[in-house]
């Protein structure tokens, strides 16, 4: 198999309630726009914000898994976004060892980056969240 040089990964969570039953999602694309892997995760009581970001833990797990060496990152929470490009600081206690995750596992590609999009542009990943939720209720 051929050495997936850059993925395009976009990554959604929820929880029905805030805290509740929780969901993640990722659609990881190659550069060529082809799915590279889906994720569909219950991860059970959660807030949003966790669920946000347990995605992107689930995210970066997969790929390095295939040995992709950069990856560009697209999420519609726009605070989880300023977390991880450290303009906001983590003050949240159960946010904080979910940012050093998904720092930790960040160190061994050659690139991360995470933009903010809008909701209306991340509806696969919004889909998987929601199907996980469904399974886990």
């Not at 490009?85 to 949240?92: G, L």
């Amino acid at each position: 198999m051929e050495k997936i040089k850059k993925l395009i990964i976009y990554t959604d969570g929820g929880a029905r309630g805030n805290p509740g039953p929780g969901g993640i999602g990722a659609v990881a694309y190659n550069t060529e726009r082809n799915v590279v892997f889906e994720i569909s995760r219950f991860i059970g009581h959660s807030t949003n914000n966790q669920a946000e970001y347990k995605a992107v833990i689930a995210a970066l797990h997969k790929a390095q898994e295939i040995g992709a060496e950069e990856l560009e990152f697209f999420l519609d929470s726009e605070l989880v976004v300023k977390q991880l490009n450290r303009e906001y600081r983590v003050k949240d206690k159960d946010l904080a060892p979910l940012f050093v995750q998904i720092y930790n596992a960040s160190i061994g590609f050659k690139k991360v980056s995470y933009k903010h999009i809008p909701r209306e542009m991340n509806k696969i990943a919004d889909r998987l969240a929601n199907e996980a939720m469904d399974r886990g209720v």
